[in-house]
């Protein structure tokens, strides 16, 4: 195959409306976290259908602070899948937690819920799902889960008390503007996490959020409060509030942490916000392009759009029958030869060195395991031509003929 185009991966789709927005910001003299980042927490919570919505550095920092206001830390463990980023499970360890990871189901990417339950003791304080390439967890079965467990649970925290059972935290960094059973990616685990970090669909460089159900009894104005002192270093007044005539008096509740959004990054969000939902419909043109070219060659693929369910169309997730991780890595040298950006996702946490000093081994995992040695994430992203995406489905059907003779 001799002829090449540049492909990126997922380079940032940005335009001049967001740049315009980003140069007012910095403009208008506010620059950290001011009234662009309330209007962006605003216009989330409104997107998501959620009462509150907190905007912070990081999807990682939104899933950390949560698990520390819930109050869950050493002596207590939480439930994650062995196919995923660190992120989902580094903030367990972060907050003094044991990390308990659990199998993907056979030719799955996501965690094998029959094996959930059973994994639940009574040390178990919160299960985080992962919404991978955009696609919610079956959340249905997750509570199902919790509830064959329920008497299990014991409290620790007020905030624990009033759910009186596992709490549901999703990593959601990958599922902003999904939907399942008429419900919108936010509104069904208990708490949910986005990313904003620069290769998601919605992007302020780096930055994430954090919104809660609002059919569970939680005080919203409390709740946002805690992640306004948790973010700021527990401090009792935010820059905005100290910049009010002669209110520079404040104080400092408990040792936080540093995690805010600031206004300059939350003006490119508001800006990519207004932009979404034709994002995501190109995402989707895309995602059916490469559905029809590359199926019919036995190619399997994470379903993304089906009865009850749509994903946002993050990641093109595909995986080659018959072939194993040396095959796979050639693959993908391939299609960089002809200039073809393509990634994994994930290579299971039990395979790194972080993961196995804690004790984890990969022969424990084998389906994640079987999941990721032929799995091979092809571009997906808005600045695609049709053109391009044919381009990519020919190079990759080239590359699998030549890896597997």
């Not at 109050?71 to 439930?79: L, Y």
């Not at 009574?122 to 992962?130: F, R, W, Y």
Request: include cysteine; glycine fraction near 8%.
């Amino acid at each position: 195959m001799t002829n090449s185009r540049n492909i990126p991966f997922s380079p940032p789709d940005i335009t001049d409306a967001e740049i315009e927005e980003v140069i007012k910001a910095m403009k208008s003299g506010w620059i950290t976290t001011g009234p662009r980042t309330k209007k962006f927490e605003k216009k989330i919570a409104e997107y998501v259908g959620a009462n509150k919505a907190v905007c912070l550095n990081s999807a990682t920092a939104a899933m950390e602070l949560t698990l520390r206001i819930l109050g869950i830390g050493p002596g207590d463990e939480v439930i994650t899948t062995a196919y995923t980023y660190t992120a989902s499970a580094s903030v367990i360890d972060h907050v003094g937690a044991k990390i308990v990871l659990v199998d993907t189901a056979p030719d799955s990417f996501e965690m094998d819920y029959e094996k959930l339950a059973d994994a639940i003791t009574e040390k178990t304080k919160a299960i985080i799902p992962v919404d991978i390439a955009g696609k919610m967890c079956d959340y249905d079965t997750i509570y199902e889960a919790i509830e064959s467990r329920r008497g299990l649970f014991k409290a620790n925290s007020e905030l624990q008390e009033l759910f009186n059972r596992v709490i549901v935290m999703a990593d959601a960094a990958h599922a902003f503007g999904a939907e399942r059973h008429g419900f919108k990616c936010g509104q069904v685990a208990d708490f949910t996490c986005f990313s904003f970090h620069a290769v998601k669909n919605i992007t302020t460089a780096e930055g994430g959020a954090v919104v809660w159900r609002s059919d569970i009894g939680l005080d919203d104005e409390w709740l946002y409060k805690q992640f306004m002192l948790y973010s700021l270093h527990g401090q009792s007044k935010d820059a905005l509030a100290k910049n009010q005539k002669g209110a520079w008096e404040y104080d400092i509740i408990y040792p936080a942490y540093k995690c805010n959004m600031t206004d300059i990054l939350a003006g490119f969000g508001l800006m990519q916000l207004s932009r979404y939902e034709g994002l995501m419909e190109r995402r989707k043109g895309i995602i059916k392009m490469y559905d029809r070219a590359l199926l019919p060659i036995g190619v399997k693929s994470l379903q993304h759009y089906g009865d009850g369910f749509a994903s946002s169309g993050h990641l093109y997730l595909a995986r080659i029958p018959g072939i194993d991780e040396e095959l796979r890595n050639e693959l993908i040298i391939k299609m960089a030869e002809v200039g073809v950006a393509c990634n994994v996702h994930y290579k299971p946490l039990p395979m790194f060195t972080a993961y196995k000093n804690l004790g984890f081994d990969i022969n424990d995992y084998q389906n994640a395991f079987n999941a990721y040695k032929n799995e091979i994430t092809l571009p997906l992203h808005t600045l695609l031509s049709d053109e391009d995406v044919e381009y990519v489905c020919g190079s990759f059907k080239w590359a699998i003929d030549e890896v597997s003779e």
